[in-house]
């Protein structure tokens, strides 16, 4: 198992590095990351409990309930579905990958394990109108001297879009889940994560509320014509 791991951890690392050769990559800005409120899935019981700038990222306390299976995982992110929506309708068909980098600060248990014992998968993640999809997730581990890792999605993945794929972005966030829910605590841990903007990528800021209505208008009179 960890041989499997560490062959795909670097794998990951590889399909990053070829990435960032020429291509071109989009990224949430600081504001964007601050706007991130929305958890799709109600059956999964992990929740943002905190969060706050730190340097030029934003620091996440996620709250994992337990170990089992719908407390393994959050998605958390801005979406036509619930929350302010202030990212959402976005265009990134124009560029080859959506990056997000990632830190793991700290893991707070229940059982007083230090943090060397916990081990994460992160990953960019959006809603194309198809699905959510969350790509190429980054392993996160202390024990491994894992700490950070830039995350990126490969948008030709994406599946759907109005003129091209990746055009109409529905839901701009994060995704995040346990390597081996086994080996965390059972009655759940405190998480935190430093996402930041990609370094050197263009950067998706929130847009006002009136822009959103104006564009949600345009897109229907699009679609009936």
Not at 165 to 178: I, N, P, R, T
Not at 180 to 209: C, H, K
Request: charged share 15%; proline share 4%.
């Amino acid at each position: 198992m960890n041989s499997l791991k560490a062959i795909l951890v670097l794998f990951v690392a590889l399909f990053i590095t070829v990435a960032c050769a020429g291509a071109s990559t989009v990224t949430l800005s600081q504001a964007a990351l601050m706007n991130l409120d929305y958890a799709p899935f109600s059956n999964l019981t992990a929740e943002v409990v905190g969060k706050r700038i730190s340097g030029d990222g934003v620091e996440f306390d996620i709250s994992f309930k337990g170990n089992a299976g719908q407390d393994s995982q959050i998605f958390y992110s801005s979406s036509i579905f619930g929350g302010s929506g202030s990212l959402v309708f976005g265009d990134i068909s124009q560029y080859d990958y959506f990056g997000l980098d990632v830190e793991l600060l700290a893991v707070d248990s229940a059982a007083g394990s230090g943090i060397e014992n916990f081990e994460l998968w992160f990953s960019p993640m959006v809603d194309d109108g198809d699905t959510r999809k969350p790509f190429a997730p980054v392993f996160l581990s202390s024990a491994q001297g894992q700490n950070s890792a830039q995350a990126l999605m490969n948008v030709s993945f994406l599946a759907t879009g109005l003129a091209q794929k990746g055009d109409l972005v529905f839901e701009f966030g994060f995704e995040a889940h346990m390597d081996n829910p086994d080996n965390w605590p059972s009655d759940g841990a405190l998480v935190t994560l430093l996402v930041s903007p990609t370094q050197g990528a263009q950067q998706i800021v929130p847009e006002p509320t009136t822009a959103l209505l104006l564009l949600s208008c345009g897109l229907l009179l699009r679609r009936k014509s």
